[in-house]
């Protein structure tokens, strides 16, 4: 009796397309459009799983062999910007101190019947700043042992079961509290952006803390013919460029000045304490193009350099334009809808997330016998308008977002 390959679904006859493939493979014939449904088993939900009776009587259902159980733990994309915590009181209090002026030293100017008077109060001028706003979510799980035994032939595949629940609701913790670590840093972003550019024309120009490196690229060596922000992840020149003026930039903070900051305080950030971002696809691009260490040992090889391979979201095929594009709404009230970011230089205490507190409180219900868990988070994100923050972006000339 010849084999009836529509007697039995889950076994296929499968000697003709491997036929076709090794001559695709040795080169026998072109690449041919190959039918996969008969190789490739993508899964069947449960309730509608056919074929699952034996080859034998019919009549029996086949046993699970194995059990595999998908539990990856996500580790998370958000850059470091945790800080402490604390058990008591909810404010954050930030104080600092102005530097005090100079004034004439009149050691060396003595008058004979002058009177000096040593009795001068002189007060520091000191400011204090508080954060006290706090984002909260939890996850509610539902688990139960005596109904879900049935399903499992051991205890190991039972725990097994569980450890992949616990995973899922680790992940859905992991993404949710990188996505609030993100919105704080693209809030530092946007708050820099709009204060250089109020008007939202951020390919006009450049500034001292929103550094469009497209536009000076453009100004210094190529006014005549415009390198577009597309086609500059892919010049060389344009990145030696870039990478010159972000280490230039390292250099200046660790100067204290006025400039690199929105309220204009006195700050400068020492290597230790600055933080640095870059776009993935602009770091990979001058790491690959490049080919140097002096982009590595500049950049990449500070203690806090750290990559995001989006700010906000990656579109629907993590097009450029969308995976470096902020648009928001500040904290402050201003929209800032912008591409090309390639990267923010920040110190330590520009932007953080203060006081995490992640914690599970639970409840048997002994009538339906199930547990409830809810898995807790919040913390207090923050950014002080007084720190450093500068800002880098390929943002074409006279590109208008609203």
Same mark, same amino acid.
């Given at each position: ?20 493939? %090794?001559?695709?493979? %040795?080169?026998?014939?072109e690449v041919l459009n190959e039918d ?83 009795? %001068? ?154 933080? %640095? ?66 990267g923010v230089i920040f110190d330590r ?26 898995h807790k988070f919040d913390a207090g ?22």
């Amino acid at each position: 009796m010849g084999y009836d390959k529509n007697s039995n679904p889950k076994w296929e006859c499968t000697c003709e397309i491997t036929n076709d493939i %090794i001559k695709e493979v %040795i080169g026998e014939s072109e690449v041919l459009n190959e039918d996969l449904s008969n190789i490739v088993d993508v899964g069947k939900a449960f309730q509608n799983l056919d074929g699952a009776l034996d080859n034998y009587v019919r009549k029996l259902h086949d046993h699970i062999g194995k059990v595999v159980f998908v539990n990856r733990r996500y580790t998370g994309r958000a850059p470091s910007v945790l800080m402490d915590g604390w058990e008591y009181g909810s404010i954050l209090e930030k104080i600092r101190s102005k530097m005090p002026e100079a004034t004439e030293n009149e050691s060396w100017e003595l008058t004979n019947g002058t009177s000096y008077d040593p009795n %001068i109060f002189t007060a520091p001028d000191v400011s204090v700043k508080f954060f006290n706003k706090r984002t909260t979510f939890e996850i509610p799980i539902s688990t139960t042992e005596r109904q879900v035994k049935s399903a499992f032939s051991s205890a190991a595949q039972l725990n097994g079961f569980y450890s992949m629940i616990e995973t899922g609701v680790q992940n859905a913790m992991t993404v949710r509290t990188d996505e609030l670590i993100m919105r704080t840093i693209n809030n530092a972003i946007a708050e820099t952006l709009y204060d250089a550019f109020p008007g939202g024309s951020y390919g006009g120009g450049s500034a001292i803390k929103a550094v469009n490196l497209l536009y000076l690229y453009n100004d210094t060596f190529n006014p005549d013919t415009d390198l577009t922000a597309a086609e500059a992840l892919h010049t060389p020149a344009f990145l030696r460029f870039a990478a010159q003026v972000m280490g230039d930039y390292i250099d200046r903070l660790k100067v204290i000045s006025t400039l690199f900051n929105i309220e204009g305080t006195e700050k400068f950030t020492s290597e230790d304490r600055m933080h %640095i971002v870059m776009l993935s696809q602009f770091r990979r691009a001058a790491e690959m193009y490049l080919q140097s260490d002096t982009f590595h040992n500049e950049l990449v090889k500070l203690p806090n350099s750290e990559k995001v391979v989006y700010w906000q979201g990656s579109g629907t095929d993590y097009d450029f334009f969308d995976t470096s594009e902020i648009n928001v709404k500040t904290a402050t009230g201003h929209t800032v809808n912008c591409d090309g970011i390639l990267g923010v230089i920040f110190d330590r205490d520009a932007l953080g997330v203060s006081n995490v507190s992640r914690r599970i409180t639970s409840n048997y219900n002994p009538k339906a016998e199930f547990w409830n868990e809810w898995h807790k988070f919040d913390a207090g994100y923050f950014n002080d308008l007084s720190e450093n923050c500068v800002v880098f972006c390929a943002v074409e000339a006279f590109k208008l977002k609203v």
